[in-house]
């Protein structure tokens, strides 16, 4: 259902997202809901192209229990708008929270916290929930700490492409809370840049200290030769908290936000350098 969607500006090829393409094209999953009661269980898929995705030769599949094999097939038809989502639920949901946003019905979403749930384009793998063939006993751990049991997971709005590789790879790029909760399911937000090269290379650009508790400093290295002069800090939503414009290459910012992970993206002489930042 196209409720709403979120990007933080226009979506581009940028180089990140050139590199998953040539990989493999395809959605991925943007949120996960195994609910804490009854059969309120919901996947949302996103395209994170600029462009219209053809749905055709993609499916969904649920390997139970440590399975090889799928035991659920949802073959996906139609196309995906550019930056749009796509809501699956359990025919058997009774919130409404799952029910006012679903686009499809499907067996698929008859998965438990142990299950693994792949996305698969044109004989592809594109990406994974859990481990197939392997059955971790309950769930599927996911840091922060949380898990694949009775908790809703909103992928991180850094990623831009999907990953097959569970264990140190994909189960670090999601964040959970606890079930039930419903309001970030039909949009999804992944950050993007227009017109600026983006970069993330720890010796460029620095926070300290971090975690953080009061006064954060922003520096860009000498080697970067580079002047700060905006400062953006985001939650875990999208949304902005913390706006500083800045001229120098090294500035102090007061940063009373509340306890939790954030995003800081700094513009630097029409460069874009980002950071994941932990406020006590």
Not at 100 to 114: A, E, I
Not at 139 to 149: I, R
Not at 245 to 267: A, I, M
Request: proline content about 4%.
């Amino acid at each position: 259902m196209k409720i709403k969607f979120t990007l933080l500006v226009l979506l581009v090829l940028s180089s990140n997202l050139l590199t998953a393409q040539s990989r493999a094209t395809g959605p991925f999953f943007s949120e996960y809901i195994e609910g804490s009661t009854g059969s309120n269980k919901a996947l949302e898929i996103f395209n994170p192209y600029p462009v219209v995705m053809d749905l055709s030769g993609c499916s969904i599949e649920l390997y139970p229990n440590g399975a090889s094999v799928p035991s659920q097939t949802q073959v996906l038809t139609g196309f995906l708008a550019s930056g749009d989502v796509w809501v699956l639920a359990n025919s058997l949901a009774t919130d409404t929270g799952i029910l006012n946003v679903t686009d499809q019905f499907s067996s698929v979403c008859n998965f438990n916290g142990d299950d693994a749930l792949a996305i698969k384009c044109n004989g592809e793998y594109i990406d994974i929930i859990g481990q197939i063939g392997f059955d971790p006993g309950t769930y599927w751990g996911v840091w922060p700490p949380s898990t694949t049991l009775d908790h809703t997971l909103i992928r991180d709005s850094m990623v831009t492409a999907g990953e097959i590789m569970w264990s140190g790879a994909a189960q670090n790029q999601w964040y959970g809370f606890a079930a039930p909760e419903y309001s970030h399911l039909g949009w999804h937000t992944m950050y993007s840049t227009v017109g600026l090269d983006e970069h993330n290379e720890s010796n460029l650009f620095r926070l300290y200290p971090n975690p953080v508790h009061g006064t954060l400093n922003v520096e860009c290295s000498s080697s970067a030769q580079s002047t700060i002069t905006e400062l953006n800090i985001y939650d875990m939503t999208g949304r902005i908290v913390l706006e500083e414009t800045l001229h120098s290459q090294l500035s102090t910012v007061n940063c009373p936000l509340s306890s939790g992970l954030y995003l800081v993206r700094v513009e630097a002489n029409d460069m874009i350098y980002q950071q994941k930042l932990i406020v006590e």
